[in-house]
């Protein structure tokens, strides 16, 4: 599939997506990271229109191509966001994708729009522990606002592009230094991607780690058919909290990808997107949201 970039206003805020496969196939909803974007998601892309899914990957506000929005930067105003998106293209009830931080996303928006939400995959995604790596807890902590520009700048950036470039000329594989990356090093770069990741971090991060998490109230998305995916040895959010969750959530599946990755469908995308692809093709998709009312909702908020 094509992984030109689209724009659509959104409540006056001008948002990037790619989109792509049979119009007619299942919606895919991709939902990236904190100082991430959809172009994470572009090694899988093909893989998933190959399966015949009908994929879109937004920019979040303020990350990649999009515009700063509005300042919220929580998980319900990215939820909503996301909601108005699906609206105003025209399109209904999806399967819900979340990377990281988008796992967060993705429980949310199942949380606050069931009748959209067909299914949820969460890969190495957040909000399944209190975990968090230190370079964001240190992002969350008051003055990190003045270090930042210090460690990450336009300067910087010029630094780690020519470290890739002599990497390459010697045949090193870039790791750290990767396209995607270097994409998010450079969300960091300016003084408004750096406004938003903070703002970002800061709404889910503290000192301590994740202060915004799922842990006990998982059974309020139990109706949706779940599935984790988690690499072997991930650097950013232990797997465990992958299997704790998996524990937690009767009839969920649990992938574990062989390897050390934050970002499986980066890692593998071939198989990351095969594995997606055999889920939404032997699950059904959640009630609609009146059977949800009927015979789901209100029961799980009194547990």
Do not use: K
């Amino acid at each position: 599939m094509s992984s030109a970039q689209r724009f659509r206003s959104v409540h006056g805020t001008r948002i990037a997506y790619r989109q792509g496969g049979p119009d007619d196939g299942p919606l895919i909803l991709l939902i990236h990271g904190v100082a991430s974007q959809s172009a994470t998601w572009e090694p899988a892309l093909g893989f998933l229109a190959g399966h015949g899914l009908h994929v879109l990957a937004p920019d979040l506000p303020g990350h990649g191509a999009s515009e700063p929005g509005h300042g919220d930067y929580s998980l319900g105003g990215f939820a909503t966001l996301l909601r108005d998106l699906l609206l105003t293209l025209g399109l209904g009830q999806a399967t819900l994708v979340g990377h990281s931080m988008g796992g967060g996303i993705a429980l949310q928006v199942a949380h606050q729009f069931p009748e959209l939400s067909q299914r949820l995959i969460l890969v190495a995604s957040g909000g399944l522990g209190t975990d968090a790596h230190p370079l964001l807890r240190a992002a969350s902590a008051p003055g990190a606002e003045f270090l930042l520009p210090l460690v990450m700048n336009s300067r910087v950036m010029w630094v780690m592009q020519r470290a890739r470039r002599v990497l390459e000329s010697r045949g090193a594989t870039p790791g750290l230094l990767s396209d995607g990356a270097l994409r998010n090093y450079s969300a960091l770069s300016t003084p408004a991607g750096r406004r938003v990741f903070l703002a970002t971090v800061r709404s889910v991060i503290n000192h301590s780690g994740q202060r915004v998490t799922a842990v006990g109230r998982l059974h309020l998305t139990s109706h949706l058919p779940t599935l984790l995916i988690s690499c072997e040895d991930d650097p950013a959010i232990p797997r465990a909290h992958a299997e704790a969750a998996h524990a937690e959530l009767p009839g969920s599946r649990l992938e574990i990808l062989p390897g050390r990755s934050h970002r499986p469908h980066q890692h593998d995308p071939e198989r990351f997107a095969a594995v997606l692809a055999d889920f939404v093709a032997t699950t059904a998709p959640a009630a609609d949201l009146p059977t949800w009312r009927a015979g789901y909702g209100p029961a799980r908020f009194e547990v």
